[in-house]
Nanobody, 116 residues
Framework: EVQLVESGGGLVQPGGSLRLSCAAS????????MNWVRQAPGKAPEWVSG????????LYADSVKGRFTISRDNAKKTLYLQMNSLKPEDTAVYYC?????????RGQGTQVTVSS
């Protein structure tokens, strides 16, 4: 069974930082492209960032480029998202996501709230 468990969210002031983690199990983590996706209240899900299996290639949405860094530890089967210079518009539930066996999976999400 594919499981993705996000953690690390919380309340942070504008300009602050958070590091999200996603613990993966139930599939060959080191062989899959991984994504972070976020969803703000009342809005459609927004793709944030992706990383290939070897971590050689990363992609970012324009809205987070230069502020967020995606990384992974294949030995620990864990995906990370370092978020710096956070803005109120970054407030959302953040999910890690993988497509495997013809289906897309995501975890329960972790809430990030950026507010003074």
């Amino acid at each position: 069974e594919v499981q993705l468990v996000e953690s690390g969210g919380g309340l942070v002031q504008p300009g602050g930082s958070l590091r999200l983690s996603c613990a993966a199990s139930g599939f060959s983590f080191g062989r899959h492209y991984m994504n972070w996706v976020r969803q703000a209240p009342g809005k459609a899900p927004e793709w944030v960032s992706g990383i290939n299996n070897s971590a050689e290639n990363t992609l970012y949405a324009d809205s987070v480029k230069g502020r967020f860094t995606i990384s992974r530890d294949n030995a620990k089967k864990t995906l990370y998202l370092q978020m710096n210079s956070l803005k109120p518009e970054d407030t959302a539930v953040y999910y890690c996501s993988v497509t495997t066996r013809g289906k897309n999976y995501r975890g329960q999400g972790t809430q990030v709230t950026v507010s003074s």
